[in-house]
């Protein structure tokens, strides 16, 4: 007979988002994730760590939380998470996440990655969204901003921010600033609240559907002879460029 913790997991696998190891489920927990199913190999290790660096979610993951036998826990993961933990949550509903993208007045920025190639990279940014309190992050093109790769590479943090794939066309409203080693030099401007910051893919740059809604193109310093910065570095010295000036 099936184990009926297996069950449930088969049962939703193909529809919700693998929250792979501690922190992603931790994260997801604190930002309102509904967690249907949650296993460990180790519950005593599990919530001891959540006693150490999570007690805010410790009780929660008590009830939620059902040791596995390695073998089991071994099916449901591509490779095994140094903490032995894993969740299935529920992912929110795209129309839900478009009309928190598309609100307006807007508080905080938008970040457009511009055909992201990199699962990494993409995955870095959400975290990166997340922890300036950015309003979404929306991607163009064909990568999955909800494939597992990048929900581990964001630690969980989808949840702390709207994350949704759109066309250049479905752009949330906002004046469009684009990083580009051509543009004006980021120092001597203010980024606003309701800025759309996009960022082009890692390969071409951005595209020219991306340039033709740009209001304004502009630059990160960078030495001559230094081609460009990587997609997430990039995205973090705008984010915490805008956060300087933004009221706290
Ligand atoms: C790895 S770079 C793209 C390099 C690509 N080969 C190209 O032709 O632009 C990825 C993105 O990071 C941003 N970026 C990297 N370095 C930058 C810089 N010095 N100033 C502004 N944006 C930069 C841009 O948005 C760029 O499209």
Redesign the pocket.
């Known amino acids: 007979m099936t184990d009926p913790v297996a069950a449930d997991w088969y049962r939703l696998a193909d529809t919700a988002v693998l929250l792979d190891g501690f922190h992603a489920l931790k994260h997801a927990l604190r930002f309102g994730a509904e967690v249907p199913v949650a296993v460990t190999t180790d519950r005593q290790t599990a919530l001891a760590l959540a006693a150490d660096l999570a007690p805010d979610v410790r009780d929660t993951l008590d009830a939620l939380l059902t040791e596995v036998p390695e073998a089991t826990y071994r099916t449901f993961v591509p490779r095994p998470h140094p903490t032995a933990v894993a969740a299935l949550a529920v992912r929110p509903a795209r129309a839900a996440n478009l009309e928190k993208i598309a609100h307006t007045p807007r508080s905080t920025p938008v970040v457009v990655l511009d055909n992201p190639r990199n699962l990494g990279n993409a995955g870095a940014v959400i975290r990166l969204a997340a922890g300036f309190g950015a309003t979404g992050v929306v991607t163009t093109g064909t990568l999955d901003p909800w494939h597992p790769t990048v929900v581990r590479a964001g630690a969980g943090l989808h949840y702390a921010t709207a994350v949704e794939r759109l066309t250049v066309e479905e752009l949330p409203p906002g004046p469009v600033f684009?990083?580009?080693?051509e543009?004006d030099d980021i120092r001597g401007l203010k980024l606003p609240d309701d800025a759309v910051l996009?960022?082009?893919?890692?390969?071409?740059?951005?595209s020219p559907e991306l340039r033709a809604r740009t209001d304004h193109l502009?630059?990160?310093?960078?030495r001559p002879q230094v081609?460009?910065?990587?997609?997430a570095t990039?995205v973090a010295m705008t984010l915490y460029h805008w956060s300087t000036a933004a009221p706290r």
């Open positions: 684009a990083l580009d080693p543009g996009a960022f082009g893919s890692e390969r071409t740059g951005l502009v630059s990160l310093p960078m081609s460009s910065y990587n997609l990039s």
